[in-house]
């Protein structure tokens, strides 16, 4: 069975720019979770989605977003990137809920110039 | 204070040695706790889920969870090079759709 994937794995952006990354669950799983990772911060917990509706939220200014589609596929956006969003940005599905074991994407590390 | 302290370290042991990597919280609302283990440019794979006081053991790995004092731990024998990565303790209330993670204890196992 193929793991999570997350695309792209890199990405270079500029001030000010916005950003789409994309999350595909491991077959099955219903519930996407993103997380961003920083050496100061750790991992933080951004958003869960199941069945297309953001059932939680993390404390991070609305520039971050995210939507998850009917194929449970998920993307997160962030518009007017500082360089404080420069990270590693993780997703983890799990087959009903985040109570249930996790499994992470190689996550996309983005750079904000 | 943050919900999860975890010394990011980085921790270095010769081969063979038994590791000791610990976490404390701060609510004694959290009932589940995890490790993760996180190799470079990889996401965190989960290495041990438990829920209750007391030590669970799967191979050379023991999680240990002393509620009372609201401590974790996670211990590695006969140390390999190939455990070398970045630790993460995470833990996850009852209700909870949230976990929350240590910042990672980094550690390297020397041949």
């Known amino acids: 069975k193929a793991g999570v994937t997350q695309t792209p794995r890199y990405l270079i952006k500029t001030r000010g720019q916005q950003v789409t990354l994309s999350c595909s669950p491991i077959s099955g799983h219903r519930s996407v979770s993103w997380y961003q990772q920083t050496p100061g911060q750790g991992l933080q917990f951004l958003f869960e989605?199941?069945?297309?509706?953001?059932?939680n939220k993390g404390n991070f200014p609305g520039r971050f977003s995210g939507r998850q589609f009917s194929n449970s596929r998920s993307e997160m956006n962030v518009s007017t990137l500082e360089l404080g969003d420069s990270a590693l940005y993780l997703c983890?599905?799990?087959?009903?809920?985040?109570?249930?074991?996790?499994?992470f994407g190689p996550g996309t590390r983005l750079l904000v110039l | 204070q943050k919900e999860v302290e975890q010394d990011p370290g980085p921790l270095s042991v010769p081969e063979g040695a038994i590791v000791s990597l610990n976490c404390t919280y701060s609510n004694s609302a959290f009932q589940y706790f995890m490790w993760y283990r996180q190799y470079s440019r990889k996401g965190p794979e989960l290495l041990m889920y438990t829920y209750s006081s007391g030590n669970k053991e799967d191979g050379r790995f023991t999680a240990q969870v002393d509620k009372s004092s609201k401590y974790i731990s996670l211990f590695i024998r006969d140390s390999q090079p190939s455990d070398s990565a970045t630790y993460l303790c995470?833990?996850?209330?009852?209700?909870?759709?949230?976990?929350?993670f240590g910042a990672g204890t980094r550690l390297f196992v020397k041949a």
């Open positions: 995470a833990i996850r209330n009852t209700g909870g759709f949230k976990t929350i």
């Open positions: 983890a599905s799990s087959l009903r809920d985040s109570k249930e074991t996790q499994y």
């Open positions: 989605y199941f069945s297309e509706t953001q059932r």
